[in-house]
C-alpha cells in the first residue's frame, strides 16, 4: 500500500498522473482538466486531498490518465515540487533542456 | 539465403510468428485505449512486448539477442529515433537499446518497422528469460573456443515463449562467453556461462548460477565446470526448472535466484538438479553437433582476408600520429586473424550521456559498419559498440571518420568509459540521477593523455539499488541514494566482473553529488601518488587496502 505523502510547513498538495496515450505528465487544475504544466496544478490541503484523488483515479480511464497519485508542492506560485523526482517530472529530464516542459516539448 | 555476418538468419516461421505477436499486442493496446482493459491487466502485457510506462513517458525496450546487429538495423533504429522518438536512443548495460519518448497508441507500428528488419521487444521485460547477452568480441577473439552467439541463438529459440519459464519467481538473466576469459560478467549473471575446448574438439561449458547484483550482490557459484555441448539445454533446463520450482514468490527481493542458491547451498542446489535431469527425458533435450551446425549454418562467416603488410601500415600509421596511436592502444583488441584488429566504438564523449546515439550517428555508424566490418556491429555490455572485423591497414580511415561524428574518444577501459544507467531523469524506479554526474567526471577527465596516464579504471554508476549500471562491478562505484528527496552518491570500490570478480565495498557516508565529484578526484590523485610502477588501480587498491583512499575521498568533508 502506498504510503500518505508527508506534508511539511509551508506545503500543499497537487494531483500528478500520465497521460494514457503518449506516457506525458500532467497536473490536475482547478477545474478538473489535466494540464501539461504544473503552474495549472491546483494545489489541495492535506485534509481535502483524499476525496480529490478517489474521483480522479475513479475518472483515470475517461479523461485519458493513468497512475493518479498527490504530490507535495512548496506552497509558492507557481507550485514547486518538494522531491527532486517530482521537480525532474515537473520540469523535465535535467540532461536535455531542449526536452524540458517550459521549452514546450 | 544470404545470411547476415553475426547474427541468425530468420525464416518465414520466425517472421509469421513475430507478425502474428504483434497483432496481437496491437489488439490490446486498442483495448487498452477504449478502456476494455484496465492498467492493471494491460501493464504484465505491455511488458511483455518491452514497453515500460517511465517517469516522462511510455519507454521500449528493443531486445538485441547477444548484441548483435547488422546495419540495416541499425539504420531502423535511427528510423525509429528520427521518426517516433526525440533523435536518439540509449544502449543499455544489457546490450538492448531503449527508446525514452514512445506513445502508446504508435508502439505497434514501431513494432512493425523493427519487424522489417527481423527484430523486436520480447524478452526484455517481465519474469522470463531475458535476452541473452553474449562477449562483444564473438566470433573475431584470439582467445576465443566457439563463437558463442550460436549457442546464445539456441538459448534464445529455447527459451522464447518457454511454456513453463513465461512465469518464473522473477527475471532470469544467462550471459555466454565462448572465451574461458569472461567478458560477459558471468558470474553476475543468474546463470553465466564460459566455454573451454572439450576432449573430443566439442566445446564444453563452465557454468555459474546465483550470481547477481542488486539490492543482494552475489558472485554465482560454479555448479558445473565441463558440460558436454549436448547436454547444454538439459542442464540448463533443470536449473531452471529447480528455481521456477522452489524459488520464492512472497517477496519480490527474495525472488531471484541467488536468494535460492545462497538458501540451498551451492552442494544441495547441484544435487537438486542432478534429481531432475535424472527424470529428464534427456534424448528430447539433446543438443546434437547437427542441430549446432544447422544454426551456425544461419549465421554468415566473414571472409577474411587482408593484405600482407596490413599490420606494418597500421604501425607506420602509430607512429606518425601519436593521436591515433593512443586511440588504439585503448580502443582496440587483438583479433584472431593477423591481419585483422577488434574496434571499440566509445559512447562516452567527454561531458556526454553514456550509451546514447543520434540518429545520425546510428546511420554513419551502419555505413561504417558496412564499409569496414562486413556490415556487422555489437552493443557492449559496457554501452559501446564494437566494429569486430576491421583490416588493419584500414583502422586509419575508421578512425578518421568516427572523428567526424564525435565517435572517436580514445578512453575504452580508461576513466572516462562510464556505465551509467538513464537514472532519474528518465527512470520511475532511480533515487537520483546518473548521467549528470557522469557528465561531470566524464568532462573532469576528459583529457585521452591524462586518461592513459591513469590506466585502467571503470567507473560504474547506478541510480538505485537495482544496479542497472551495474556500481558493485566498477573498480569505483557510485549508488544514488536518497535523503529525504534530495540526491546523494555512496561510493564503492574494488569491484569487477571479469575472471576473479568481486564486489565493490562502500568506502564511507554518502556525499551531494558535487562533494562527489570532487572525492573521486581527490581519491584519483591519491591513487597517481602512491601506486607502484605497474600498478593499475586496482592493484594499488588490493596492496593497500581501500584507507589511503577513503583518507583523499572524506579529507575535506
Redesign the interface.
Known sequence: MKRPVRVGAGEKLVLTA?R??????VWRDHDGHWAARVGAAEKLDADAVSDVLEEAQAR??QDGV??VYEVAVRDVDPPEP????ER??AH?????PE?SVEAG? | MNAPVGHYQYDQSDREFLAARIDEFSGQVTR??D?SL??DEFKPLRLMNGLY??????MLRVAIPYGTIDSQQMRMFAHIARRYD?DYGHFTTRQNIQFN?????ETPDILRDLAKVDMHAIQTSGNCIRNVTSDEFAGAAADEVVDPRVHAEILRQWSTLHPEFTFLPRKFKIAISGSPNDRVAARFHDIGILARSGADGRPVFRIFVGGGLGRTPIIGQEIFDAVPEERLLATLEAIVRVYNAHGRRDNIYKARIKILVQALGIDAYREAVEAELQQMDLEHYRLTPEMVDAIRARFAVPELSAPDNASQELSARRETNPEFDLWVRSNTHPHRDAGHIIAVVSLKPAGG?PGDATSAQMDRLADLADEYSFGELRITHLQNIVLGHVRQDRLYDLWQALKEVDLASANIGLIGDIVACPG???CAL????S??IA?KLGARFGDATLQAEIGALRINISGCINACGHHHAGHIGLLGV?KR???FFQITLGGRAENGASIGTILGPALPEDDTVDAIARLVDCYLGIRQRGETFLDTLDRLGDVPFKEAAYETV
Open positions: 500520465n494514457l496515450l503518449d506516457g506525458r505528465i483515470a480511464q493513468v497512475g518538494v522531491t527532486v523526482r525532474i517530472r523535465g529530464p535535467t540532461v536535455h526536452f516539448q | 487498452r485505449i478502456g484496465s492498467e510506462l517511465q517517469l516522462h513517458a511510455y526525440r519518448w514512445i506513445k502508446l497508441e550521456i532519474l531523469d528518465y532511480a533515487n537520483a540521477r548521467i549528470p557528465q536518497d528527496g534530495e540526491e
